[in-house]
């Protein structure tokens, strides 16, 4: 396994709100890791800065080897990015809106039509290839959203909340997908507000709260080595949710 | 990180072609309807009681007027409406920031596609003009290269703005404050020389008013004003491109 993200003493900071505080980890080929944490905690921001959409106040991303910071344009080729957003192109259909992105790869026209077609195939779209993106049903826009990650044969999926919001159905047929691509040597960075999506995929897990990360290991290892039964528990438990607090809120509703 | 890649540049043209392949039915009426009415109602209708106008007919006035303003027009368009629709609503600048195109790239391309889209609509209104018997000379073949330039610098300007306004609304009053008196002002239906003394050195500073002149030098046949203005708006497109580069990364990355 080779490491394709390090992520070196990272901070990221607004004005005097830390949003991200000294974080490190690594992510391989085959590997999934998950980033646990309440909304606010941090994930998104520090995805973003892997991908450039965010800058870094402090620390240091290395995809591939390559600094993040210092060229971007060449990192981002080797990531595909899962936004929690869409950011799909209202105006043209669902191939169209494969081959608007993949031409921003140099990928040659004849091969990215032929690579668009696969990946419609891929994440069973393929009826639906000259359909309008309002057509699409949630679950369809986030298999899309999967599709455009994989155009340029990313080393890096990542995945901010891929299945939010989606039915237990699309959550099954998304999870075989990932997992059908880490096997194929492709590493994922994944965020989720459900334990067992992190369960399913995730080799490793950082519990991340107000930016800093309170525990790292296996879905297995961590609630043992804290002292939990599940991995909710000592998410729960780690980030101050703990019964005290849990009996305040039932007190007050 | 300022750094532009010309091929990347490329492919956000490429990626705008391919929506406006699709949207060109439906934009094409609403970007030459404006004019054709200018045209018919001044043009036609006021040209009887106006006469001649700086030594030219007052039709043929107005219709270069009309060429270089429906070129700012729909390049304006391009940098604001659709450019903000890309930018805070479907964030496509997003989707393609993910790929090794830049920001920077994105809002570059965007500029000179406002300029590929200030080259189409305003031909096709010279076409329609040409018809009516507003081409004198063979030097209007270089019109396209004008609106060209004048729709690379409406772009420029259009989105400078587009990226700083916090919310749609602002985006009229970029238009009503900037674009419509300077469709009105720019030497486009009436001369400069008719408008109060103080207020004429102004004009010089309309970019508008530097197209206007030389699509109407080229529509009659003369080349005499062509080249200051054109290095007038060189050098403002070289001064503007800067800064929308700065802004967007400034205003776009958190």
Redesign the interface.
Known sequence: MSEILNVINLSKK?GFFTAVKNVNFVVSSRECVALLGENGAGKTTTM?MI?????ITDGQIKVDGIDVSKN???T??A?G?V?Q?D??????TVL?NL???G????IPKKQLKEKCKELLEFVGLSNYANKEITSLSGGMRRRLVLA?AML?DPKLIILDEPTTGLDVQSRHVIWKKLLTLKQQGVALLLTSHYMDEVEKLADKVLIIHQGVVLAEGTPDNLPVQNGYKTLEDTFLGLTGFDEEANDIVQALS | MYKL?L??IK?VI??NY??FK??FKISVFPNLLDPILYLVAMGIGLAGFVGNVESMSYFMFVTSGLVAATGMNAATNEATTNAFIQMRV???Y?????????LQDIVIGQAVWAGVRSTIFGSLFLIIAAFLGAVQSWLVIAIPLVLFLNGLLFGLLGLIFTIIVPNRDYLNYYVMLIIQPLYMFSDTFFPISSMPKWLRPYSWFSPLYHAVNVCRSLMIGSITNVGWNILWMLLVITLLGIIPVRLVHKKL??
């Open positions: 607004y973003k991908y450039s959409a965010a800058s971007p344009a060449t981002k080729r990531l990015i936004s957003e950011l799909l192109d209202g105006s043209l169209e081959i608007a992105h031409i921003c790869y140099d455009r340029n | 890649s091929n990347s492919h490429e990626r391919m929506s699709k949207l479907e964030k496509t997003y989707a393609i920031s993910m790929t090794p195109v830049n990355v958190y």
